[in-house]
Nanobody, 129 residues
Framework: QVQLVESGGGLVQAGGSLRLSCVATGRIFSSIRLGWFRQAPGKEREWVAAIGYSGAGVFYSDSVRGRFYIHRDNAKNTVYLQMVNLKPDDTAVYYC??????????????????????WGQGTQVTVSS
């Protein structure tokens, strides 16, 4: 089993920045894929970003590309989401996600919530106007 714990959420003004962190513990294998989803009130969960095994391949949704940056530190079993130029529409609970294995190509990425077997508890990000 893998446990994921997010941190770094909070309240920020539009145009500000936050860095989310997610630490993975438990039975972690080298093939683990990591990513982030978010869910705003009354809306479905939305894929935000994904990163391959080594961190060389990174992928973003159109809504955050150019503003959000995902990277991982495998030595610390940690994935980060650096968010800049935040907008009120970014307000949501942000979830760290993980899955083992998958496509043979390391940088094939998954965008469906059901693709990921491990989820954190979420951290609230609120962006004021």
């Amino acid at each position: 089993q893998v446990q994921l714990v997010e941190s770094g959420g909070g309240l920020v003004q539009a145009g500000g920045s936050l860095r989310l962190s997610c630490v993975a513990t438990g039975r972690i294998f080298s093939s683990i894929r990591l990513g982030w989803f978010r869910q705003a009130p009354g809306k479905e969960r939305e894929w935000v970003a994904a990163i391959g095994y080594s961190g060389a391949g990174v992928f973003y949704s159109d809504s955050v590309r150019g503003r959000f940056y995902i990277h991982r530190d495998n030595a610390k079993n940690t994935v980060y989401l650096q968010m800049v130029n935040l907008k009120p529409d970014d307000t949501a609970v942000y979830y760290c996600v993980a899955k083992h294995g998958g496509h043979l190509h390391e940088n094939y990425y998954y965008t469906r919530a059901d693709d990921y077997e491990y989820w954190g508890q979420g951290t609230q990000v609120t962006v004021s106007s």
